[in-house]
Each structure stands twice: as C-alpha cells, then as structure tokens.
C-alpha cells in the first residue's frame, strides 16, 4: 500500500516536471495577470511539498504523517484575544466616559467659583471705598488756597503750574511750594497730574505738621489706588499722619492695603510700613 503511494506520487511529480518545460516553451499570447501568477506560485509550493515528501519516504522508509490545521483551535484563541481587546476597550470608554463628566464639573465648579470672586471683588471695593470716606471725614477739610494765589496760575498751563510748584518743593520752600500744590489742586481738580499734586500738597502740609489737612491731601490722592511710583509712599504718608492723629487703627487697616496693592514698593517703604505697623500696635 505504501509503496502504491509513492508509485502514484512519483509519477505526478513526473507528469508534472514533463509539463513545465511544454507549458514553459508554448507562447502565450497575454501576460499572466495578477491572479494567475499567485495560481502558479501556488502550484510551485505544492510541487516542492510533495517532493519533500517523497524524498522524505525515499530516503528514512518511514510514513510521512501530514498533520491538520489547526483551524478551529487558531479560531477559538483569536476569538479570546478579540474578546479581551474588546473588554479592555470597554474600560477605556469608561474611565473616558468618568473623566469626561469629572471635567464637566470641574468647569462648573470653576464657573461658580468666578462668580462668588467676582462679588467678593465687588463688594471689597465698595468697603474699601467706604473705609476712604469715613477716614476723609475724620478728618477735616485743609484750609481754601488763598484767593490771590489761586488768581496768579497761569489759567489752562496745568504743566507749567505743576513744575513751578515741584520746584519750590526741591528748593526748600516748602512754604511757597504748599501754596503753589493747593492753587494746582483748586485749579486744575481734572488735570491727569491732580491726584500727585495732592501727595505733594500732602507732604508740604506735613512739613508744618498739619496732619489732618495732610491726611485729607494724601486720601484725595491715593482715591481709587492709582498705579504711579508715588502711590505707595502716599499709602505710608497717609497712616503716619493717622498715627499722628491718634487714629492707629484706621493707620493699621491703611498699612494693611500696601502689601495687597503694592506688592512690589521699594523696600524703604516696606521697612517705614512695618515701622509704623509698630508703633500703631496693628495685629499681624
């Protein structure tokens, strides 16, 4: 039986070797297309498997055992990957799904969170604006610039003004400089340099220890915390006349503002601050 076996494969390898030399030498009269040349190569692996296999008998005299696919077991372990994949994607989807929501309700959070800071915003300018007025009217008002004075400014020169009174101011004639700031002030209340004029009104005013009149000057001219190189120095001018004036807690609440509004004062003014803060007895 064995031996039939071999017969029979012998003579298909024989039949087929004669017939590759003829269908070789016939002219074809169209390329093989795409198809017939996978046929062909198909058919070339079988011929080299079945002459493996006959040169295998020929030469060990065993039987050759052709082992099956395994098809349904291949089947059956992709069929497992492809369920594990799917099972990993469904916890993908998932923990997208939770972060999703998670994102949702960290952007309302934060929306709520912008409106609370908002109002908080709100209503501390409006104490703040309030905690100025109550220290302006603790105080009294400085005294009207002289009328003649007030005459003699070279009316729509706001510039003009400002400078002469500076320069008083750096000359020493803290007296006439006092004078020249509060005619600037009557004057020109709208002009862009008005709130720096009343600083300097404020500090001619305190050179004579006029600290009511000088406190008045210096709120008028930190109102609404404007953002110049004077302004922290006005905050400090402000809480020692307070200081002065026997008022150390609305110094304190003063002094308190500095840091918050002017983080980045000079360090002069940040060490004359924390002086005062001691000399008024502030809570830390």
Known sequence: ????????????LAVLATAGPAVSQTPMEDPLDVRDAKRVDRMEKVIRELRAIVFQLRDTGKPVVVQPADTDGRIDELSSKLSDIEGALRGVNGTIEGATRDLDQARRDNAALKAQVQALTTRLS???????????????PPPAPPEETAAAAPAGDPAKAFTQARQLMLSGDYDAAETAF????????DAPRAPEASFWWGKTLAARS??????????????????????PEAVVELAKSLVALKKPADACQTLAELPRRYPKAP????????????QAKCSA
């Open 182 to 189: 509060a005619a600037y002030v009557a004057n020109y209340p």
């Open 210 to 231: 006029a600290n009511a009149e000088a406190a008045r000057a210096y709120i008028t001219a930190i109102r609404g915390w404007p953002q110049t190189a004077w302004a």
């Open 1 to 12: 039986m064995r031996a039939g076996r071999v017969s029979i494969v012998l003579m298909a």
């Open 126 to 140: 409006a104490a703040e604006q309030k905690q100025l007025a109550a220290a302006a009217q603790a105080v009294p």
């Open 267 to 278: 360090p002069a003014i940040a060490t004359r601050a924390a002086a005062l803060r001691t």
